[in-house]
């Protein structure tokens, strides 16, 4: 038993500050620009590799980094630049429309705060691939936290545009940092992703016989489902 109900990923300016009339005279008050956090928009980084030392390369004050060991990248000319650039999610529940095509959240879970694309570019056009996994890191927010519960179902996804699926990556969660690592030999789309606790049934009751097939199912949907 599954329920469905829509959610909207929106990102919002702050309100500007007016300063009020008068004959104060006093120093206006200072300002400090806020850090932004995962999932907000954030220009993109490009970062010069080279393929035998490796390198690393992060975005939005290490929101997202990753870490490229020596030897992981391989290319047919000259140095690599690894690029990863934002992505903003938009849609609706269990979905989201990026660059106008739909990409379905894996079933049971619901997108997180996070989603970018890491890209590898060579002189030249070369070819240029990951011969061996590079890690990523992205910090998670207490949103997502509260989202996924105790059970610690924050996931870091890959978007396979063959298949046109989400895979899962094999995710370790550091509490005290609010950080999700995994390891990957792909390039591509990524995203953090919450995995929902199934809904628990509370009708009809165990062992209920129905004579007229028409039972009224009923059930406790997880939160923030």
Known sequence: LTSATSSTFTVTAPASVGGGGGGGGGAPAP?????????QSQPPVSQPVNPQQGGSISLGYNSVSLNMPPGSVATGGGDVTANLESVSLTGSGTATVLAGESRPVPEGHLFGSAAFRFTLTAKDNAPVSLTNPV?????????????????????????????????LLATTLTPI???????????????LVVRLPAPIPTGPGEGTVSTDFAPLLAWTPPAGA
């Open 31 to 39: 300002t400090s620009t806020p850090a932004p956090t995962s999932g």
């Open 135 to 167: 890690t990523l890191r992205v910090k998670y927010t207490a949103a997502d936290q509260a989202l996924a519960g105790e059970g610690g179902g924050l996931t870091l996804a890959a978007f396979d545009e063959i298949a046109r699926r989400w895979e």
């Open 177 to 191: 940092s609010q950080t999700a690592a995994a390891a990957t030999t792909r390039t591509g789309l990524f995203a």
